[in-house]
């Protein structure tokens, strides 16, 4: 038997798991028990700065780096979702890097 596939894939998980890890360990914004609870923001014109809610992310990677760019943040980078559904970054923001998390609603949030 070749154990060598089976090897592969339980690294991959191994790394897959740490990394999900460290984004947690780090001093991110994290979500609300208190976020309003309503609807998906649908528009991306409709981004606002509320707290942010738990919830099932639909954005992909590519959409979360693009709603965080557009609410102003840049060199958007480290893109990793957290086990609350928030999108986490490090990205750079009126010339100060920052942790910015992005929930399941389009709201955006930084530390």
């Known amino acids: 038997m070749n154990i060598r596939p089976v090897f592969y894939a339980a690294s991959a998980a191994l790394f897959a798991f ?3 890890m460290a984004v947690q ?8 028990d208190h976020a309003a609870h309503n609807d998906a923001v649908k528009s991306p014109d409709r981004m606002t700065h509320t707290p942010l809610a738990r919830g099932k992310n639909s ?7 693009a709603r965080l760019q557009r ?3 840049s ?10 559904g ?7 923001r009126h010339g100060k890097w920052v942790n910015a998390a992005l ?6 949030s930084a530390r």
């Open 18 to 20: 740490a990394g999900g």
């Open 103 to 108: 929930d399941y609603k389009g709201n955006v």
């Open 86 to 92: 928030l999108w986490q970054a490090r990205a750079m």
């Open 75 to 84: 060199h958007v980078g480290q893109l990793a979702q957290d086990s609350d």
């Open 71 to 73: 609410a102003g943040y």
């Open 59 to 65: 954005f992909t990677m590519g959409q979360a780096k």
């Open 25 to 32: 360990a780090q001093d991110h914004p994290m979500a609300s």
